[in-house]
C-alpha cells in the first residue's frame, strides 16, 4: 500500500520494542524524528503469546520484563524531551499486531530495530516481523541495524557467558 | 483505513493511560490477528530505572488525603511546582546569577562602609583634618580585601564541596576549630540578615516618615517576603533578586567614573584641611589608634566575602572554576566601589551628618540635588541593603546542610525542598531574623556592634587551615600561597580582635554565643553517634527466622466492631490473647463481660477497676505488675483505633490509644500494633476517592487489619490487571 503521505513530517511513530540491545537504536532514532518534525511517539512492545496460553493469558513474568523495557524507553526520551506513550500488547503474531495497532493509532510511520545475525550457513537473518511489516504497513517504515562491531561484542560477551 | 472496534485513539487520550478492568481484545486487518492490550497501572505512578530500581514519578508524591491535597496546591501555587532531583543542575546559578545572589551582602556594604569609617574618624577628637585618613584606610582595607578574596579563591579550589571556612578548618585544624568557625559564621549570617533589613526599613521610614510605627512591621515583612523568595528556589531567587543588584552596581559605577571626571579633571572638587595644618603629630600613636578604629568600622565591607566559598556546589558545572571567577569579580567590583565611593567622598570634602549620608551627599555633589539619577542612586541603593540578606539565605542553609551531613546539626536541614531548596534553613534563617529584629525594635545601631565579629574569627580560621594545607599539600607554587594566607590570617586575625575590642561590650554577647552554639552542635553529633551505635547492624551475620513467642494483650474499651477486628488480629498474631477492660462502671463492666464470653469465647477478658478514674496509667502497672513479659516472648499490644471521617473528628477520637501508644514506646520487649476501623476510601476510578464505610463481619471473619491503601491505587506488588 503505497504512502500517501511521503515527504511530509510524521506526526505520530510507532516505535517496535522488544527488550533487545537495538531498543535503544530505536528509540534514539524516534526521538530524532520526534525532534525534527514534532511527531508524537508511541513504543509498543508486543509480547508473543503461543498456542499453549489464552492470548490474555496472565504472563506475569514476560509482562514484566516488558513493562521494564517500556518504562526505560519512557525515560529515555523524558530525557531527550520528547513525548512518549507506552502501550503494552499481546499477540500471536508481533508483525500483525505492530501493523493494527500503527493502523488504529493513525501513526505514519514505524521503526524497528534489526538486530546483525547470520543463520547457520551464513545468510543474513531479517526474521519474520520486519518482512511482515514491510508488506502489509500502510506507512513509512524505518529498520535500525546495529552497527556490525556492536553485534560482534555482544556473540563475544555471550561465548564469555 | 482501520477497524479495530472504532479504536482509532491519539495515544495520548486520558482511556489510553486509564487502567480498566478487563484487557481489551482487539481485532486486526486480517482474521485471526486479535491483539490484547495489556494495562499498566503502576505506569503513571512509578518506573523502572536501568538499575532495576523503581523511580517514584510526580503522581506517587501527590497527597492522597483530600485537606493535604488542597495545601499541596496552594503550596504549588505560592512557591511554585515541585522539582524533581534530576532539575538541580537546572537550578544551578549562572555565574552571573550567583554574582547577584552571593554578592548582593559584599557589594552592598559599599554604600554605607565609608560612612562607618568616616564617622570613626570623626570621633577621634582630631577634627575633620582627620576624614583625610578616610582614603587610606579603605585602600588598606581593599588590600585586606584582595588577600582575603585571593585565600577563598584557593579555598573554592581546593573544597569544591562547599562549606567554606568550616570545610577548611575540618580538614586542616580539628573538630573543634571547624565547629567555631561554622558557629562564627551562622550568628553572622543571621545578623546580616537582621542589620541589612532594618537599615532597609530605616531607610523606608527616612523616605516616608509616617510609616514610622510601622518600622518593625516593614522589617519582618520584608523578611517573609525574601524568604518565601528563597524557598521559590536558589534559580528563581536569583531571577528575582538579580536586576536591583546589577542596576545598583552600573549605576553607583556611572556616578564614581562621572565624580572623578568632575574632580580630577573639571576641577570642582573640594578638600578637608590638611593634617599637617593641625595641632596634632600625624606619626603620632593617637593617629594610628584612630585608623585601627576606623579600620574596624570599614572592615564591615568584608562581610560577605565568605558566601561564595560557602555556596560553591550552587553554580553550574564546572563549579569550582565559575566560583572563583565569580569571587574575583566581587571583590573587583567591591573594591573599586568602596575606594571610589570613598575617594568621591574625600574629594567632595563629604562630611558626616545626621540630615543625610554620605552616600547620598555624594550622589548629590555627583548627580545634583533632586536630579533624576540622584533620586535612582539612592532607590537603588536602599533595595541593594535590603537584597543584602539575601546572601545569607543562600549562603546560612548551605552551611546548615553542610553540618547535617556531618551529623552536626539536625539532619532535616540536609533535605531539599520541593524546590530543591534547603527549606529548614531557610525558615529558621527568616524566624531567627524577624525575633531578633523584634526583640532590637528594628534598630540597626543596637544590631550593628553584634556584626562583623563572627566574620572575622572565620576568615582567621580559615587562613590558618589553609596555611596547614599547602603545609601538607605542598604542590608548585606553594610558598607563595602559604606567604598569602598567612599574611591573610595575621591581618585578619588583628581585625578580628580590634574589631571585637572596639564594639565591645556588645560584641561579646557574640563571643559569649560561639561556645554555647559549639556545644549545641557537639551535643547533637553525640546524640546521632550514640543512635548509630546503637543500631548499627552485624553484617557479618546472617539472620535466621524469629525464634521469640508471641503473646498480645488488647486494651478494650467497649464491645465494638473496631475492637472485634482488633481481637481478630490479635488472633491472627498468636494463640495467647487476652482483652484488658478498664473501667469505674461494675455494673456496665459485667454486662461487657457477658456478651464478651458469649461473642468471643476463648478469648479471656481481664476487668480492672479504677476508682480514681485514671485509665491509661493503670494499664500500664497491669502490664508491668500483673502481666510481666516472660522469658523469649514479645507482648504485642493491639490498639482498637477509630479511623475518623473527617480531619475534625480526630480530636474527637483515639485519645486514650494515642496517650497508651505514647507511653509504650521504649518499654522492653514490647511492640505496638494500630488496628484502624472506620471510614475508608473507595475510588471512583478517576483518582477521586469518596468516603464509604467499610464492610466489616466478612473482613473481621478474616481476623485481617484494614488496609488503608485505596483501591484505586496500584497494588503495591506490581499484579495485572485483567
Known sequence: MPDKNSGTPVKRAVLSLNGSPTDELVIECGCKLARADHSELVAIYVLQVDWRHDLDDDLEEQREDASRTLDLAEGMAEKEKVPLESQLLQARDVGAALVDEAVALDADAIVLGLPYKVRFGGDFALGETIPYV???????????REPVARSEERDENMKGI | MTNDEGDKRPPSSPESTTPSSKPRGLSGQKLGNRRVRVERPHSEYFRYTPSGALEARPKAHEEVDSGRRVMATARHVLFGRPLASAEEIGERLSKKKALAIFSSDAISSSAYA?????????????????????LP?????????????????????????GGGSYSVSKANL??????????????????TVAVSISSASEQIVAAVPNLGPWQVAIAVVVVAVITMANLRGVREAGNIFAIPTYLFVGTALLMIVLGAWQILVLG?????????????????????????????SGAVALTGTEAIATGVPAFQPPESKNAATTLAVMAVLLAALFIGITFLASGYAIVPNEEATVLSQVAGSVFGLDSLGFYLFLTFAAVILMLAANTSFSAFPRLAAVLAADNFWPRRFAYRGDRLAFTAGIVVLGV????????????THALIPLYAVGVFIDFTISQTGMIRHWRRERPPGYRRRLSVNALGAVITGLVAIDVAAVKAP?????????????????????????AAEELEVDRSRVYGPPTKLSRVIIPVPNLSRAVIRSVQFGRSLSDDVRAVHLTIDREAAEELRRDWERMLPGVPLVIVETPYRSLVVPFLHYLDVMAPTPANTITIVVLPEYVPRHWWDRFLHNQKAHRIREALIGRPNTVVADVPYGAVRSGDGNGHGVLDRTSQDGDEANGGGQSRRRPDRPPRRFGWRR
Open chain 2, 506 to 530: 556588645t560584641s561579646l554577647i557574640v563571643l559569649a554565643l560561639i561556645p554555647i552554639l559549639v556545644g549545641v552542635m557537639w551535643f547533637i553529633h553525640h546524640e546521632y553517634d550514640t
Open chain 2, 432 to 443: 531567627l531574623a524577624a525575633v531578633l529584629i523584634v526583640l532590637f525594635g528594628g534598630d
Open chain 1, 134 to 144: 514491510f508488506k502489509n504497513a500502510p506507512c513509512r517504515v524505518f529498520v535500525v
Open chain 2, 174 to 191: 580539628g573538630r573543634l576549630a571547624s565547629l567555631i568557625a561554622a558557629a562564627a559564621l551562622l550568628i553572622d549570617y543571621v545578623l
Open chain 2, 114 to 134: 565609608t560612612e562607618e569609617i568616616l564617622r570613626a574618624l570623626l570621633i577621634g577628637g582630631i577634627g575633620i583634618a582627620a576624614l583625610n585618613l578616610a
Open chain 2, 137 to 161: 584606610v579603605s585602600i588598606t582595607i581593599a588590600l585586606l580585601l584582595g588577600v582575603v578574596a585571593i585565600s577563598y579563591r584557593q579555598v573554592v579550589v581546593a573544597y569544591p564541596n
Open chain 2, 268 to 296: 570642582e572638587g573640594a578638600a578637608y584641611p590638611s593634617l599637617q595644618d593641625s595641632s596634632i603629630d600625624i606619626a603620632s600613636m593617637a593617629i594610628l589608634l584612630l585608623a585601627m578604629r576606623a579600620f574596624a
